[in-house]
């Protein structure tokens, strides 16, 4: 069955950074279009970033762009999303899933994801 095991979540102040992972198993990673997703209390969860299966095209919210990369290595069936320059409200529990291409279609049921804080 699709495994998605998200980790690298932490507490960290206001401008540094985390590095994601999420472990896939169970399906063809590279055949896949990722997304990275995060909900904050109170709020419905959003995408963040998709990267389509070859990592040709990556695509983020608007409120990201600049500060996070998500990136992907088909060998190790992992796909990574680098957040840097945190800002308070990226606080947020951070899931990965398979999607569809431009993202917003996620396939398979959250996992637990992974915690980030950002707090001084």
């Known amino acids: 069955q699709v495994q998605l095991v998200q980790s690298g979540g932490g507490l960290v102040q206001p401008g540094g950074s985390l590095r994601l992972s999420c472990a896939a198993s169970g399906f063809t990673f590279s055949s896949y279009t990722m997304s990275w997703y995060r909900q904050a209390p109170g709020k419905e969860r959003e995408l963040v970033a998709v990267?389509?299966?070859?990592?040709?095209?990556?695509k983020y919210v608007d409120s990201v762009k600049g500060r996070f990369t998500i990136s992907r290595d088909n060998a190790k069936n992992t796909v990574y999303l680098q957040m840097n320059s945190l800002k308070p409200e990226d606080t947020a529990v951070y899931y990965c899933n398979v999607d569809r291409w431009p993202g917003g279609r996620y396939q398979y049921p959250w996992g637990q994801g992974t915690q980030v804080t950002v707090s001084s």
């Open positions: 990267i389509t299966s070859l990592g040709s095209s990556t």
